[in-house]
């Protein structure tokens, strides 16, 4: 899912706990699951913030010549104001748009079938 185009809200909102875990009927699952996710959103936001913003960047390191870039500086802005990293997790993890799966889990089953 593109982190642009997410849905999460801004700010923090209270959720039943219980809905976390239905998904994986372990609450600490759940919480790996989504912090896992998180991560990988965070690393996505970071080079595509990284790749507009080296559009920008100068060769010298004077600090004569630093100046205000507006493009730069709406950029910036425009990446703050996006939900941040665990918010995005969390609201795809509850509408079940993240995949998961436990191998350990998958393995014990599988004994137990046998």
């Known amino acids: 899912m593109d982190y642009k185009k997410s849905k999460a809200p801004t700010n923090t909102v209270t959720h039943n706990l219980m809905d976390f875990a239905e ?3 372990n609450i600490y699952e759940s919480l790996v699951i989504m912090g896992k996710r998180a991560n990988q959103v965070s690393v996505k936001m970071k080079e595509d913030l990284s790749r507009k913003l080296k559009e920008f960047a100068s060769n ?3 600090l004569e010549e630093t100046f205000e870039n ?3 500086i709406e950029i910036s802005r425009y990446y703050e104001r996006l939900p ?3 918010l995005i997790a969390a609201d795809e993890f509850l509408r ?3 995949y998961f799966r436990n191998p350990q889990k998958e393995r ?5 079938n046998d």
């Open 23 to 25: 998904p994986t009927g």
């Open 60 to 62: 010298s390191d004077s």
């Open 70 to 72: 507006r493009e730069q």
């Open 84 to 86: 941040k990293s665990t």
């Open 96 to 98: 079940g748009k993240v």
């Open 108 to 112: 014990d089953q599988q004994l137990n």
